[in-house]
């Protein structure tokens, strides 16, 4: 199964995600500190349980297959978001563990709950499905407001992350391994099934940060 065929498959949800206007406030440099403030706290809550999801997974694969790739990607959610995470902590003068004192919403722990059962419980090439959302979409987001950056430095800078070239490798990366994974045909529907629930998340993750957790 390729990734183009499950994209086909949640188009209305990465039309939502791409006219949200959380998306639109960070490219245009005019979202709120606070909402800038309760995203980073939820991604940051958000990140403690996704290098657990691909470490796992990644021991799940042979070194054939890729577990290298995915244990390195593991590896670079601390050195790469989290260490992005931190910086803009500084910019709020809060320390990496202030900013993760908000409270866990219930879209933050639905997403860690859906990727961590998944990972575990199902098939590798529906737990690798599973994480596709999260690489593409911030990847095509970066690259679209790449096109105009802000002014506002740490929006720029989160742009810029996911506008990357190391970035873009990864995703790349993770779409090789998924596309070569062997797939039965029974498993495409929980495939596909469990690739939409991660959309639907990416999607209220953004509504979630938009109205810092009121509704
Ligand atoms: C919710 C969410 N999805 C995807 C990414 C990209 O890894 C992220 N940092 N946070």
Redesign the pocket.
Known sequence: MTLEELKAYCVPEWERIQTHPFVAGIGQGTLPDEKLRYFIGQ?AL??RD?YRVLSLIGGRLTPQEGAKTLIHHAETVFSV?STLHDAIARYFQMTPDDLQKVPLGWVTKG?RDHLVRTAYTESVAVAVAAVLP??W??QAIGQKLASSLPEHPWLREWILTYAGEAYGTAVAEVVHLFEHLPVAPAEEAQIRESYHWSMVY?RR?WDQAWSSGQH
Request: aromatic content about 50%.
């Open positions: 991604d958000y990140l996704f978001e997403y999260c690489y979409t911030y990416e993750f």
